[in-house]
């Protein structure tokens, strides 16, 4: 299994619009983070985890020429902004664009892209097809892969991260229910958000998502979702555990 981070910064992104702090103006590549997103190739199967406002800028950076499936975390813009461009996959592959999501951010989905799902469609719109996620306790079924759906909390608002085998990915997320803590215990890989050092209301501070890690010792772990205030990539890893890395955009992980 191949994970590639897409994006890895917070919903405004770094450089942040109108910023001019040291890491809004920092030069190295690991400090210029597009909105947080994800790609996996597992057992022949290309999968996304959400679509953010940067999605085509990403699979252009990739080079992601073909995609089986979405999976939504939740429904805030800078997870979901950038469904119309799977029209683009669409149009190569001649099929629709399964969607896997909670049925709350389905409905979100059709309410923001009622044109996708209107009864008489414009032509050359996004074709999806729909498959919410019914029991965030058990297994769904992914064009035949088995995802463990991972319950956690963003403020008040239920969030959904994922794992596949021995990869578990989670972000946006400031609460992790023993239930969750259990389901991640044995993973491989782990990938948690880590947005500032200061307390958030919605988001893990670095010493929160660190402390989570060091009680389930995964054999690695990456941060993402990450802010301008965390500060520069080298200074702050340089501050973390070996087996604990900052993320950055284009970083290829196998897992």
């Not at 809004?24 to 210029?32: A, E, H, I, V, W």
């Not at 997870?79 to 119309?84: M, V």
């Not at 578990?168 to 782990?190: C, F, K, M, V, W």
Request: charged share 20%; hydrophobic share 40%; glycine share 6%.
């Amino acid at each position: 299994m191949r994970l590639t981070f897409l994006g890895t910064g917070t919903s405004s992104g770094v450089p942040m619009i109108g910023c001019s702090c040291p890491v809004c103006r920092s030069l190295d590549y690991r400090d210029q983070r597009l909105r947080v997103a994800a790609h996996l190739t597992v057992e022949g199967r290309s999968l996304v985890i959400d679509t953010g406002p940067d999605f085509r800028q990403q699979m252009l950076r990739a080079h992601i020429s073909h995609l089986d499936g979405i999976l939504y975390t939740h429904e805030h813009k800078d997870h979901t902004a950038g469904l119309d461009d799977v029209r683009a996959f669409n149009f190569r592959q001649q099929q629709e664009m399964p969607l896997f999501a909670e049925a709350r951010v389905l409905e979100q989905l059709k309410r923001e892209f009622a044109y996708v799902f209107a009864e008489h469609k414009y032509p050359g719109v996004p074709q999806v097809s729909l498959h919410p996620i019914t029991d965030d306790q058990q297994p769904f079924d992914v064009l035949g892969l088995a995802v463990q759906p991972l319950r956690a909390l963003h403020h008040k608002l239920p969030v959904l991260g994922f794992r596949l085998g021995g990869l578990a990915y989670l972000t946006d997320a400031n609460h992790l229910p023993a239930s969750t803590l259990e389901q991640l215990r044995g993973a491989d890989t782990i990938v948690l958000n880590a947005l500032r050092h200061e307390p958030h209301i919605s988001h893990f501070t670095l010493g929160e998502a660190v402390a989570i890690l060091e009680e389930l010792k995964p054999r690695r772990a990456y941060l993402t979702h990450i802010s301008h205030q965390l500060g520069r990539h080298r200074e702050v890893e340089a501050t973390l555990p070996p087996w604990v890395r900052l993320a950055y955009d284009g970083l290829q992980v196998e897992v």
